[in-house]
């Protein structure tokens, strides 16, 4: 299993952070974080494509209520951001401007807008609120870069159907999902004979 794996597990099924205690959460961002910052030149091409798809778990996780994994989050971000030699994304991080940031990313390649917004779906189901509520907030500046797309009434349904599964679900859930239930019976009419999957 690589680095990507062992740290967020990018096959989009689940999320192992989630799974393992916060020692072992803490112990794989600062991994990552070493890994980028001792890879030779040759093996920084490579890597690259994983730091980026790691940038999304790595924003979400900021939010964790483990402090320790928060703030290893926040500190692997910023080293993600030298990695890539991105010294705008690494302003808008150390000035905590997280939104900014996620949109930024998105606007660069809104063809993956889609992909993004699936890495964020896990997190709808976590058992921390604060990390469900950070990935609703990514769901949505996401969701506004797959406007027209096909795959966005399917994305929408899949995020519902994780929201509704929220056993205590909060303000900002209850918001999001009427927003999303909004845009996809819109989507909805709009497509005709297309089926969405069941709400």
């Not at 917004?117 to 949505?140: D, H, K, M, N, W």
């Not at 797959?146 to 994780?162: I, M, N, P, Y």
């Not at 205590?168 to 005709?192: D, M």
């Amino acid at each position: 299993m690589g680095v990507q794996e062992v740290v967020f597990c990018n096959s989009g099924s689940a999320h192992t952070l989630d799974k393992d205690n916060s020692h072992v959460q803490l112990l794989s961002i600062h991994l990552f974080s070493k890994v980028m910052e001792l890879v030779v030149d040759e093996g920084k091409k490579p890597l690259k494509t994983i730091v980026n798809q790691s940038l999304y778990p790595l924003l979400i996780y900021w939010d964790d209520e483990n402090l320790r994994v928060a703030k290893a989050s926040r500190e692997t971000l910023i080293c993600a951001a030298k990695f890539l030699k991105r010294r705008d994304l690494e302003q808008l991080l150390k000035k905590k401007q997280r939104l900014k940031f996620a949109e930024c990313l998105l606007a660069e390649d809104r063809s993956r807008a889609a992909e993004r917004l699936r890495q964020a779906l896990p997190f709808v189901e976590s058992p921390q609120e604060s990390l469900r509520e950070a990935a609703i907030r990514f769901i949505g500046i996401a969701g506004r870069h797959l406007r027209g797309q096909q795959e966005e009434l399917q994305l929408l349904c899949e995020a519902l159907q994780a929201l509704r599964r929220d056993d205590s679900p909060s303000q900002t859930n209850i918001i999001v999902q009427e927003i999303f239930s909004k845009r996809a019976a819109e989507l909805h009419s709009s497509a005709g004979s297309e089926e969405p999957e069941s709400l």
